[in-house]
């Protein structure tokens, strides 16, 4: 799993910066079980997040709104094969 992070900050005035940014997590197609079984392969995904906000300019005081997965995908990030033991 990968976070990349982009965020940029502009002046809005002597005393406050404004600030917008967006954050991916990417997970590649992976396997959860030893012998990777087909049937617990996970496939491999991006969940995109935003933020904004406004802050001090001396970073003392920051208002942030943000989000997490945005698009509102459904993903697996981990399997479990279960069986009986009866």
Same mark, same amino acid.
């Not at 799993?1 to 997590?25: E, H």
């Not at 904004?52 to 479990?80: C, I, M, P, Q």
């Given at each position: 799993?990968?976070?990349? #992070?982009?965020?940029?900050?502009?002046?809005?005035? #002597?005393?406050?910066?404004?600030?917008?940014?967006?954050?991916?997590?990417?997970?590649?197609?992976?396997?959860?079980?030893?012998?990777?079984?087909?049937?617990?392969?996970?496939?491999?995904?991006?969940?995109?997040?935003?933020?904004?906000?406004?802050?001090?300019?001396?970073?003392?005081?920051?208002?942030?709104?943000?989000?997490?997965?945005?698009?509102?995908?459904?993903?697996?990030?981990?399997?479990?094969?279960?069986?009986?033991?009866?």
């Amino acid at each position: 799993m990968s976070v990349n #992070d982009i965020r940029y900050k502009f002046a809005l005035n #002597d005393a406050f910066d404004l600030f917008a940014g967006s954050a991916f997590t990417y997970n590649s197609r992976m396997n959860s079980s030893i012998g990777s079984p087909a049937v617990l392969t996970i496939d491999g995904f991006t969940l995109p997040g935003l933020q904004a906000g406004v802050e001090t300019s001396d970073g003392k005081y920051r208002f942030t709104l943000w989000g997490k997965n945005v698009t509102n995908n459904y993903r697996w990030s981990s399997t479990f094969l279960g069986g009986s033991t009866r």
